[in-house]
């Protein structure tokens, strides 16, 4: 074969692929160009999407900031005179129900934020500090089953105490228990284990929380919890150790 025909050859070929690839790139145009604006519609809303909420994020957080804010605000001293300008409350409650009602604005309007998270469990301590227990429950169960595990042990151990003070040992102890198996950075396993072995005291059982308190003093020897599991072990060489200072 000369070269003259392989080149044609060659030029046939190069034809005929380039035709079947234009036929082709006709055929499914319609379905690339779809497929195109799908893909960059997607895009759109996940750029919006990300706009969007940490606009909503950052506004969260001013929202929070000022409800935190007013919850500091200090408490009127009667024996002490208020300098001028400065805000008060007259009472806990009375601070707790107006910084109350900001955390909950905070929480409706942005509850999928973590400051909205955030907020609906200072709504929670707001109502206990009110005296507004089942409100309070009601509030801190839902952070309690919460995504956040930091935020969900800390109103646990703040739904323990409300059972705590209202005569609810037994749900108490379990929320400790609760702690003690999966802690967190904000609910340390040694603090849990000291709030229950003082529950069992209350309840006159020395021996569980005498256990509690080896057991800490053991393996937490030089740490806080063990100082004070020591301390209640020996409570007069605490008492000497006092004097002694």
């Given at each position: 074969?000369?070269?003259?025909?392989?080149?044609?050859?060659?030029?046939?070929?190069?034809?005929?692929?380039?035709?079947?690839?234009?036929?082709?790139?006709?055929?499914?145009?319609?379905?690339?160009?779809?497929?195109?604006?799908?893909?960059?519609?997607?895009?759109?809303?996940?750029?919006?999407?990300?706009?969007?909420?940490?606009?909503?994020?950052?506004?969260?957080?001013?929202?929070?900031?000022a409800a935190m804010q007013e919850?500091?605000?200090?408490?009127?001293q009667p024996d002490q005179p208020?300098?001028?300008?400065?805000?008060?409350?007259?009472?806990?409650?009375?601070?707790?129900?107006?910084?109350?009602?900001?955390?909950?604005?905070?929480?409706?309007?942005?509850?999928?934020?973590?400051?909205?998270?955030?907020?609906?469990?200072?709504?929670?301590?707001?109502?206990?500090?009110?005296?507004?227990?089942?409100?309070?429950?009601?509030?801190?169960?839902?952070?309690?089953?919460?995504?956040?595990?930091?935020?969900?042990?800390l109103a646990k151990f703040a739904?323990?105490?409300?059972?705590?003070?209202?005569?609810?040992?037994?749900?108490?102890?379990?929320?400790?228990?609760?702690?003690?198996?999966?802690?967190?950075?904000?609910?340390?396993?040694?603090?849990?284990?000291?709030?229950?072995?003082?529950?069992?005291?209350?309840?006159?059982?020395?021996?569980?929380?005498?256990?509690?308190?080896?057991?800490?003093?053991?393996?937490?020897?030089?740490?806080?919890?063990?100082?004070?599991?020591?301390?209640?072990?020996?409570?007069?060489?605490?008492?000497?150790?006092?004097?002694?200072?």
């Amino acid at each position: 074969m000369d070269q003259q025909t392989k080149a044609a050859l060659k030029q046939d070929k190069f034809v005929s692929t380039t035709t079947q690839g234009i036929e082709w790139a006709e055929e499914h145009r319609r379905s690339m160009i779809g497929n195109g604006a799908i893909i960059l519609a997607v895009i759109l809303v996940v750029v919006i999407g990300a706009v969007v909420y940490n606009s909503r994020s950052d506004a969260a957080s001013v929202a929070f900031g000022a409800a935190m804010q007013e919850y500091q605000t200090p408490l009127a001293q009667p024996d002490q005179p208020t300098a001028p300008g400065t805000k008060t409350y007259a009472s806990i409650a009375e601070r707790a129900k107006a910084s109350g009602a900001l955390f909950q604005a905070v929480a409706d309007k942005y509850g999928f934020t973590p400051d909205g998270q955030n907020a609906r469990y200072f709504v929670g301590l707001t109502y206990l500090e009110d005296g507004q227990n089942q409100q309070a429950e009601d509030t801190l169960k839902k952070v309690a089953g919460g995504w956040d595990g930091e935020l969900a042990g800390l109103a646990k151990f703040a739904l323990a105490q409300l059972y705590r003070n209202t005569g609810r040992d037994a749900q108490a102890i379990d929320l400790y228990n609760q702690i003690i198996k999966k802690p967190t950075s904000t609910t340390p396993a040694e603090l849990a284990q000291l709030q229950l072995a003082d529950v069992y005291q209350s309840e006159g059982k020395t021996d569980d929380a005498n256990k509690i308190y080896a057991k800490l003093k053991q393996d937490d020897a030089k740490g806080a919890a063990g100082m004070i599991a020591t301390e209640k072990l020996n409570p007069s060489a605490g008492g000497q150790a006092a004097q002694a200072q």
